[in-house]
Nanobody
Framework: QVQLVESGGGLVQAGGSLRLSCAAS????????MSWARQAPGKGLEWVSG????????YYGDPVKGRFNISRDNAKNTVYLQMNDLKVEDTAVYVC?????????????????WGQGTQVTVST
């Protein structure tokens, strides 16, 4: 059974940092791109960042560009999201997802597996 478990969320003041982790189990995902998405209260799912299967290319949504950094460790079947200079508008539930292809897409339809999410709350 495939399982994605996110961790690392929490409450942080604006300007602070958090590092999210997403550990995958049940199969190897080294041939799949992985992404992070988020959902703020009352809003739809927003794609945040993605990384190709071998980690050589990364992509970011405009709201987080320059502040967030995605990485992965295929030996550990884990993807990370380093979030710096956090803003109140970054408050959301962050979820990780595994794509069915090695390339990154910003459409939820391209992802086969999703985690349950971890809450990130940024206060003023």
């Amino acid at each position: 059974q495939v399982q994605l478990v996110e961790s690392g969320g929490g409450l942080v003041q604006a300007g602070g940092s958090l590092r999210l982790s997403c550990a995958a189990s049940g199969r190897t995902f080294s041939s799949s791109a992985m992404s992070w998405a988020r959902q703020a209260p009352g809003k739809g799912l927003e794609w945040v960042s993605g990384i190709v299967s071998d980690g050589s290319d990364t992509y970011y949504g405009d709201p987080v560009k320059g502040r967030f950094n995605i990485s992965r460790d295929n030996a550990k079947n884990t993807v990370y999201l380093q979030m710096n200079d956090l803003k109140v508008e970054d408050t959301a539930v962050y979820v990780c997802a595994v794509a069915r292809l090695p390339r990154v897409f910003n459409s939820a339809a391209e992802y086969d597996y999703w985690g349950q999410g971890t809450q990130v709350t940024v206060s003023t």
